[in-house]
Structure formats: C-alpha cells, structure tokens
C-alpha cells in the first residue's frame, strides 16, 4: 500500500486548505485512512480517519466542527478540508491506512500499517 498525501501551503489564521492522500495498492472499502499531524517538539496527534467504503468516521475533538474528512472511493482518495485555520494547525500532516476499523484504536499511530510523505500545513497571521 503506498499514500500520497498532497495539499500543504502557507495560509493566514482563519483562512482554508483541503489536503488529499491518493492511496494505491491491495487495497479494499474497509480499510481505515487517518490523517495525523505533527508540531516540531510534540508527538504526533491523530486528526481524523474515515473508512474508504463509508459509515465511519471520527475526528480529534481539536479539529471537530472546523475539519471534515471525505473520501472518493472510485480514486481510493481521502480529503481532508481544513476551515478556520488556527496556529496551532501548523504541523506536517500525514496519511495513514490500516485495514479495519479497530475501536478504541483509530487514534493511536502505532495502529496503521502504512505512511505516506508528511506535507507541511503553515498558519501564519
């Protein structure tokens, strides 16, 4: 399996960014893609993950109602719109995939097989 996550840039506080993961590969509806993201000197935080086929999906509560995960499952893509930007959205952000949704365990990046490139998401004033 192998993602491309594209879509980064610089953008002002409040301001918008879609960023796009391309997954290729033995891959089928119930596999799980996550974005997650990274500051320099933190760890990294889940954002959001979506199963590809639909009917789940889940959000950080640090990007719930500012962020919205969606997927097109003809180009095995995953999107993530990013509203209302804020600084403390500025990180690399990731794609990830793992074959099942795993209760309890979306968040965690230990559980994802698979990682794409980071791109890099800047909030500046």
């Known amino acids: 399996v192998q993602l491309q996550a594209s879509g980064g840039g610089l953008v002002q506080i409040g301001g918008s960014l879609r960023l796009s993961c391309a997954a290729s590969g033995p891959i089928d509806s119930d596999y799980i893609l996550a974005w997650f993201r990274q500051a320099p000197g933190k760890e990294r935080e889940f954002v959001s993950a979506i199963r590809l086929g639909g009917s789940r999906i889940l959000y950080a509560d640090s990007v719930k109602g500012r962020f919205t995960i969606t997927r097109d499952i003809a180009q095995r893509t995953v999107y993530l719109q990013m509203f209302s930007l804020k600084p403390q959205d500025t990180a690399v952000y990731y794609c990830?995939?793992?074959?099942?949704?795993?209760?309890?365990?979306?968040?965690?990046?230990?559980?994802?097989?698979?990682w794409g490139q980071g791109t890099q998401v800047t909030v500046s004033s």
């Open positions: 990830a995939a793992r074959p099942r949704w795993l209760v309890g365990g979306i968040p965690s990046p230990s559980n994802y097989d698979h």
